[in-house]
């Protein structure tokens, strides 16, 4: 039976509808780095852990969120921080294990913790003026492993707008550092799918600069339909023993307007404490 989640990331079994969209996704990402586009509490973070969950055969796939992130130099640690996190023994092969810059930072590899690796690393040096050359030197080990990796980023445009508050010079240094290295992961095995709920190319399209994304494929994840609606309210009903009549179907999709999957998750399980 199917849980109602409100305002969390779906997975697994209650992941509804999705799977098509999914398919299209990695269709996409065999050839281009891609842009997620989806209006706020569409479902965005939840198609991404689901390549993540689920990834399709040789893939291995990173997610990190980087809504926090005010600094290039954040990005490194974080970016460092989730392949520890989601591929700990591609970590320790290919990062820890023949990096020289890691390997000075650690005497064991068998295991590192959140948090002394960032401590680690914020302590190793003067980041804000070696952050791009330490990216370099992590991509290069990337390329070099021959595996097919997808980096998730969430929430870049939090990121970038955080960046040019910082300093508008790093947010550009950061920019053109991305971009380069989306056009060399093309090259390679590896690829970049990013997002966030701010139209991340009307926001750098404000500031001129939409050019330093505008090589991502654009995929655009819609709402619910009518039929997945119906779908939805029917399959939540029975599997909860909810008795109801056909007239609410109707009624769900007009106090709806458009089927956001969290509005429609938020009414339904209102209807069935109800």
């Given at each position: 039976?199917a849980?109602?989640?409100?305002?969390s990331?779906?997975r697994?079994?209650?992941?509804?509808?999705?799977?098509d969209?999914?398919?299209?996704?990695?269709?996409?990402?065999?050839?281009?780095?891609?842009?997620?586009?989806?209006?706020?509490?569409?479902?965005?973070?939840?198609?991404?852990?689901?390549?993540?969950?689920?990834?399709?055969k040789?893939?291995l796939?990173?997610h990190?969120?980087?809504e926090?992130?005010?600094?290039?130099e954040?990005?490194?640690?974080?970016?460092?921080?989730a392949?520890?996190?989601?591929?700990?023994?591609?970590?320790?092969?290919f990062?820890?294990?023949?990096w020289?810059?890691?390997?000075?930072?650690?005497?064991?590899?068998?295991?590192?913790?959140?948090?002394e690796?960032?401590?680690r690393?914020?302590k190793?040096?003067?980041l804000?003026?070696?952050?791009?050359?330490?990216?370099?030197?992590?991509?290069?080990?990337?390329?070099g492993s021959?595996q097919r990796?997808?980096?998730?980023v969430?929430?870049?445009?939090?990121?970038?707008?955080?960046?040019?508050?910082?300093?508008?010079?790093?947010?550009?240094?950061?920019?053109h550092?991305?971009?380069k290295?989306?056009?060399?992961?093309?090259?390679?095995?590896?690829?970049?799918?990013?997002?966030?709920?701010?139209?991340l190319?009307?926001?750098?399209?404000?500031?001129?600069?939409?050019?330093?994304?505008?090589?991502?494929?654009?995929?655009?994840?819609?709402p619910?339909?009518?039929e997945?609606?119906?779908a939805f309210?029917?399959?939540?009903?029975?599997?909860?023993?909810?008795?109801?009549?056909?007239?609410?179907i109707?009624r769900?999709?007009d106090?709806?307007?458009?089927?956001?999957?969290?509005?429609?998750q938020?009414?339904t399980?209102e209807?069935?404490?109800?």
């Amino acid at each position: 039976m199917a849980d109602f989640i409100v305002g969390s990331v779906v997975r697994d079994d209650d992941f509804w509808f999705r799977k098509d969209f999914v398919d299209t996704l990695w269709e996409s990402i065999n050839k281009h780095n891609v842009l997620l586009v989806a209006p706020r509490r569409i479902g965005k973070t939840s198609v991404m852990y689901r390549l993540l969950d689920y990834p399709r055969k040789e893939w291995l796939v990173i997610h990190l969120n980087v809504e926090e992130c005010k600094t290039p130099e954040e990005f490194f640690i974080d970016l460092v921080d989730a392949v520890n996190e989601h591929q700990p023994d591609y970590f320790r092969r290919f990062l820890v294990g023949g990096w020289d810059y890691m390997k000075g930072l650690f005497n064991r590899v068998e295991s590192v913790e959140a948090y002394e690796l960032k401590v680690r690393i914020r302590k190793s040096e003067d980041l804000k003026n070696s952050w791009k050359n330490r990216l370099d030197e992590l991509m290069c080990r990337v390329y070099g492993s021959k595996q097919r990796v997808l980096f998730i980023v969430d929430e870049l445009p939090d990121m970038l707008s955080a960046m040019r508050s910082n300093a508008v010079e790093e947010q550009a240094s950061f920019l053109h550092w991305f971009r380069k290295t989306r056009e060399q992961s093309l090259k390679e095995r590896v690829r970049w799918l990013v997002g966030g709920s701010v139209n991340l190319v009307a926001a750098l399209d404000r500031h001129n600069i939409v050019n330093l994304i505008n090589d991502l494929k654009v995929e655009v994840l819609h709402p619910f339909d009518e039929e997945e609606v119906k779908a939805f309210v029917q399959g939540m009903f029975k599997g909860y023993s909810v008795t109801y009549d056909e007239a609410v179907i109707p009624r769900v999709l007009d106090l709806l307007g458009s089927p956001i999957p969290f509005f429609l998750q938020m009414l339904t399980e209102e209807l069935y404490r109800y």
